[in-house]
Nanobody, 126 residues
Framework: QVQLVESGGGLVQAGDSLRLSCAAS???????????MGWFRQTPGKERKFVVA????????FCADSVTGRFTISRDNAKNMVYLQMNSLKPEDTAVYYC????????????????WGQGTQVTVSS
């Protein structure tokens, strides 16, 4: 069973930077580089939305238009870690951020992702 644990959330001001981390574990993660990893975010009453994702071996990344140029995803397969570097944060980036993992074709719709962390709150004040 795959387990994902996010950390690094908090309260920051607009324009600040923040780095989220996601620690992955579980038997299935023996072959961690076979899993695509992604970050999604969700605000109250709204659907969970795609933010950014990276393919298993890190060869390709995909970003939502709203974060392109500001957010960067990276992974360290040797450490079973995934990171989300968020720069130039805006109040509209306020959300609960979820780490996700999936095996197979990378898709940006949350329902195709099978493994989720518990989420970490990011709040950006104006």
């Amino acid at each position: 069973q795959v387990q994902l644990v996010e950390s690094g959330g908090g309260l920051v001001q607009a324009g600040d930077s923040l780095r989220l981390s996601c620690a992955a574990s579980g038997l299935a993660f023996r072959n961690v580089d076979m899993y695509n990893m992604g970050w999604f975010r969700q605000t109250p009453g709204k659907e969970r939305k795609f933010v950014v994702a990276i393919t298993g071996r890190g060869g390709s990344t995909f970003c939502a238009d709203s974060v392109t140029g500001r957010f960067t995803i990276s992974r360290d397969n040797a450490k079973n870690m995934v990171y989300l570097q968020m720069n130039s944060l805006k109040p509209e980036d306020t959300a609960v951020y979820y780490c996700a993992a999936e095996y197979g074709v990378l898709r940006t719709t949350s329902r195709y992702w099978g493994y989720w962390g518990q989420g970490t709150q990011v709040t950006v004040s104006s």
